[in-house]
């Protein structure tokens, strides 16, 4: 029960409601990022509950103000794990032809939870705002992991450059041109579906 592991994780200094409500205030934007990271919903909230008990287990006792780019770490952290593990499982199913029932497809799940409420829109706003998501997934599952967490933890989650420095791992001129990049990429991308 994932409850449970949270609570037996957390240290007793700090307070439960606290990291209660930020990791239910992260989880959301974490689990895009790792959607598109991993395009595999299943393995998505695998790791994200992983991330999650890994935050408390290391960074609860930490000052709330430095949860978010310490989160988005271990985020950045376990889809890199995962990508090389994924790297690997590969190269073992190209020696196996046999195996390759094994390896899960990619799921091209729609981002329809993420829209507004629909009651409150026409139907043809409906689509149009559907269609605008579909192009922004696509969109971005088109960068690069690094330009593609930059982008998500700067201008989706409003991390300082700093914070998304710290979260990512990497200078903050580094993200200065991840950013720059992906925007660039995602302006000729977005302009190829207007």
Not at 60 to 65: D, L, M
Not at 164 to 181: C, N
């Amino acid at each position: 029960d994932q409850a449970s592991a949270l609570k037996s994780a957390q240290p007793s200094s700090v307070d439960r409601r606290q990291v209660d409500a930020f990791l239910q205030s992260v989880e959301r934007r974490a689990l895009y990022m790792l959607e598109l990271g991993t395009r595999h919903r299943e393995e998505a909230l695998d790791l994200l509950q992983d991330c999650m008990l890994r935050f408390v287990r290391r960074y609860a006792g930490k000052p709330p103000a430095d949860w978010p780019p310490l989160f988005f770490r271990v985020v950045s952290n376990a889809l890199v794990d995962w990508q090389r593990r994924r790297a690997v499982r590969q190269r073992i199913i190209a020696i196996w032809p046999w195996s390759r029932a094994a390896d899960g497809s990619a799921d091209e799940s729609s981002t329809a939870a993420d829209l507004p409420d629909a009651d409150a829109m026409r139907p043809d706003q409906i689509t149009e705002r559907r269609d605008a998501m579909h192009s922004l997934h696509a969109a971005l599952a088109t960068l690069p992991m690094r330009q593609r967490q930059t982008f998500l933890l700067r201008e989706w989650q409003g991390l300082s450059v700093a914070e998304t420095a710290l979260a990512l791992g990497v200078s903050e001129g580094s993200i200065k041109t991840h950013l720059s990049r992906a925007h660039a990429r995602l302006r000729e991308v977005l302009h190829e579906h207007a």
